[in-house]
């Protein structure tokens, strides 16, 4: 015999019809997240972060009021920082979420911003008498952030002139001599400007005066670490910083601003032009040199 057949709708219990209840997510479920995996940030693990697409191997991996960050580096040596967000990266093209090493002191970069090997845990030496003067605060900043590390550890101090015209009394003042020797970087050194010939004046055995072919240090900067194609052009009798902001769209009142914006794209030597590399490391290497 066939067994009874219920007469009752698959919606209605034995006393009559019941609600169905539904989730509060209605996304498909062949839609829905699931958790990524948990993947430690390892020094040289290569990722992908998802949204700007951007590849590098982990070389830092710091804490922040907003949260973890990793920094990344791509295979032209660009530094890009990023927070550690759920489902945040790509490994081997799957969605994975980075999380602290455990177990591990936290990862640190093995290079300085100059390309040095970074020394954990260095001391700042004792200051030598020897003596680096930039011309400008913004030159001096500049130096500070690529090479700040390994003046640190040398014990170079980075001083500032106001302007080339000052040389002169300064060189006369500090009396460079072989176990206080005087190294210089002078803005826009041309053959035959006056800069040029205020440079010879002063040069000795002790107090190497070199420069870049740049009108300001900001020229200095890559304009692609910038964002930009190039610097700007600006005619000759304009303030030239004035004139750069102007061309760019930039406040023209808030040159310093600017050079904040400037100063924060630069991460490391790479973001530099060559002129200015080979000469801050010649200064460094001739104050740094040991006595005859």
């Known amino acids: 015999m066939r067994p009874p057949v219920s007469r ?16 509060a997510d209605l996304t498909p479920p062949w839609k829905r997240n699931k958790p990524a995996p948990e993947v430690p940030a390892e020094h040289d693990l290569v990722v992908e972060e998802v949204t700007t697409g951007f590849c590098g191997a982990v070389v830092g991996v710091e804490k922040s009021a907003q949260g973890p960050t990793v920094t990344l580096e791509d295979r032209f040596g660009k530094h890009r920082v990023f927070p550690m967000e759920p489902r945040g990266f790509l490994l081997e093209g799957k969605v994975v979420t980075l999380v602290r090493p455990t177990g591990a002191a936290p990862v640190r970069p093995t290079r300085t911003a100059s390309g040095s090997v970074a020394v954990p845990g260095a001391r700042a030496r004792v200051a030598r008498a020897g003596r680096i003067y930039v011309e400008g605060k913004h030159d001096a900043e500049l130096i500070e952030r690529v090479w700040g590390d390994d003046l640190r550890i040398e014990g170079v101090a980075v001083e500032f002139l106001e302007g080339v015209d000052d040389l002169p009394a300064i060189v006369a003042e500090f009396a460079p001599g072989p ?44 304009p692609s670490s910038v964002g930009i194609d190039a610097w700007p052009r600006v005619p000759h ?22 050079w904040q914006h400037i100063l924060s794209r630069v991460r490391s030597y790479k973001d530099l032009e060559p002129e200015l590399l080979g000469r801050v490391e010649e200064l460094i290497d001739f104050v740094t040199a040991p006595a005859p």
Not at 242 to 258: K, M, N, P, Q
């Open 8 to 23: 009752h709708h698959p919606s209605e219990g034995p006393s009559g019809p019941q609600r169905r209840l539904y989730s």
């Open 179 to 222: 176990d206080a020797r005087l190294g210089v970087l002078v803005d826009h050194l041309v053959p035959g400007t006056k800069e040029w010939k205020i440079a010879r004046s002063v040069t000795s055995e002790h107090a190497l005066i070199v420069g870049h072919p740049y009108i300001d240090i900001w020229e200095a900067v890559k």
């Open 237 to 258: 009798g304009q303030d030239w910083k004035t004139g750069v902001c102007r061309a760019l769209g930039w406040r023209v009142a808030h040159t310093g601003e600017a």
